[in-house]
């Protein structure tokens, strides 16, 4: 099993930004791709960013490209998401979740998942 604990949530102003910590433990991090997932009271779990096993390669979803990104450091089995020109749609549960297919995580067939923490933009 991989356990996975995210920080860095909380409560910003439109505008502002924030940075998401994961922190991977109980398998090789580096032979997993990561990656975040968001849901917000009422709507459907909705695809954020996903970065490959090396950080070579990084894809997004619609609604984040150009304001996220998605970074990790293997040697500290971390995994990274800021998040700039937040807006109070961005307003959700945000997931770090893990799976050795980049294809599954975007699909949303990660094999890991975090508990989640909080991020609130006000407006």
């Known amino acids: 099993q991989m356990q996975l604990v995210e920080s860095g949530g909380g409560l910003v102003q439109a505008g502002g930004s924030l940075r998401l910590s994961c922190a991977a433990s109980g398998r090789t991090f580096s032979s997993y791709a990561m990656g975040w997932f968001r849901q917000a009271p009422g709507k459907e779990r909705e695809f954020v960013a996903t970065i490959n096993k090396s950080g070579a390669s990084t894809y997004y979803g619609d609604s984040v490209k150009g304001r996220f990104s998605i970074s990790r450091d293997n040697a500290k089995s971390t995994v990274y998401l800021q998040m700039d020109v937040l807006k109070p749609e961005d307003t959700a549960v945000y997931y770090c979740?893990?799976?050795?297919?980049?294809?599954?995580?975007?699909?949303?067939?990660?094999?890991?998942w975090g508990q989640g923490t909080q991020v609130t933009v006000s407006s």
């Open positions: 979740v893990a799976d050795v297919s980049p294809q599954d995580i975007s699909l949303g067939r990660a094999d890991y």
